[in-house]
């Protein structure tokens, strides 16, 4: 029996509870989690806006030591310390062999259907969010899903490269391929946020601009990296505050991290000609995003997405555990709470308030 944070319903806070785990399949294995962080993804399902139906165990951030392999498993063995990936990429279809394994067709499908149970209570079978299910003790998951890393990284550290880290650093190095020089702004300073900015600034970027409502978030982006900050709050007009810090132009990259629509077209305004949004929030299902299609052609403006900060996670994650652990990436910065999973409604509260940039689940 493991303990895990099950969504029953959603708007109603996870119980946790002890469920029973299934035996791994040929191609799966089994990880105890050390630990997981509180993704507001997590807190997008319970509020309904990300179409995956209960019940199912939350929690998509995790990092851990593998227990079991099934027999087909060749490259991972019990004791190997791994990150998880949401993005279970068969590396077969079109979008693998292209070498976009974050596209994969597999992955699109854990997103919107991932049913797949390994747990079950009482008869009832319960599905691992995206394929990993980290608020439990135990999971199962695919053996193309967990990311073997070095064994000397704090694995409560190494959780968040899991999601906030790759996500927001890699939209920056592999979506955009910010140049030293070019400028940038973030809307949105929350854990994926403030890892845009240390990415723009491990890209050399020459202006810095953090967006968002929070004081506490702004001064955390200056942290980060950010050399300027706005308070939307304060500012009037955005866009207007952008362009007065880039001698009128605008900035190069617009990245947006909130997911909202109005916001989403806020940093499209703030672009300057030829520049580009970078879409890494997820908007609710049904909104629509609207913005002046005469400046797609006559200010070449564009607006793309970035799904896992388009990642190659073999490539990729080993790469920012070396960074962290060489003190070049900030991790440590980003934990504000280590809590037991219990507290994991608590935390969801703390991120609503904005009062931290992550909570981290330890387990025992």
Not at 295 to 304: N, Q
Request: proline content about 4%; hydrophobic content about 45%.
């Amino acid at each position: 029996m493991v303990k895990a944070a099950v969504m029953y319903n959603f708007m109603e806070p996870l119980r946790v509870e002890s469920l029973k785990l299934k035996a791994p399949r040929e191609d799966e294995i089994v990880v105890k989690l050390t630990a997981s962080g509180v993704c507001h993804t997590d807190l997008s399902v319970v509020q309904a806006k990300l179409p995956f139906p209960p019940p199912v165990v939350l929690g998509h951030e995790g990092a851990g030591i593998v227990e079991e392999v099934g027999k087909g498993v060749c490259d991972l063995k019990p004791g190997d310390h791994v990150v998880l990936t949401w993005v279970a990429n068969c590396g077969k279809c079109h979008y693998c062999v292209a070498g976009s394994v974050h596209l994969c067709e597999v992955t699109n499908v854990s997103i919107t259907q991932g049913q797949e149970a390994v747990f079950e209570k009482d008869g009832v079978d319960i599905a691992r969010f995206v394929g990993v299910g980290s608020f439990a003790e135990r999971t199962v998951v695919r053996a193309t899903t967990a990311i073997k890393i070095r064994d000397d990284v704090p694995l409560d550290r190494a959780c968040l490269v899991g999601c906030g880290v790759m996500t927001g650093v890699g939209a920056v190095t592999n979506t955009a391929k910010v140049r030293p020089g070019q400028t940038v702004a973030v809307f949105g300073c929350g854990g994926v946020g403030l890892n845009v900015i240390q990415g723009a600034e491990l890209c050399g970027a020459s202006r810095i601009i953090a967006v968002d409502l929070a004081p506490a978030k702004l001064a955390l982006a200056k942290q980060f990296g950010a050399t300027d900050t706005i308070n939307a709050k304060d500012a009037g007009d955005v866009p207007t505050a952008i362009r007065s810090l880039t001698d009128g132009l605008g900035v190069d990259y617009a990245f947006e991290v909130v997911g909202e629509p109005a916001i989403i077209t806020q940093a499209y305004m703030s672009l300057k000609r030829g520049g580009k949004v970078v879409v890494v929030g997820v908007p609710a299902m049904g909104q629509d995003v609207s913005i002046p299609g005469m400046m797609l052609a006559l200010e070449e403006k564009s607006l793309i997405g970035s799904l896992y900060g388009s990642a190659n996670f073999r490539r990729d994650m080993p790469l920012l555990i070396d960074l962290y652990m060489q003190k070049r990436l900030k991790i440590d910065e980003l934990v504000s709470r280590r809590i037991k999973i219990e507290d994991v409604n608590t935390a969801f509260d703390a991120m609503e308030k904005g009062e931290v940039a992550r909570s981290v689940i330890v387990y025992d």
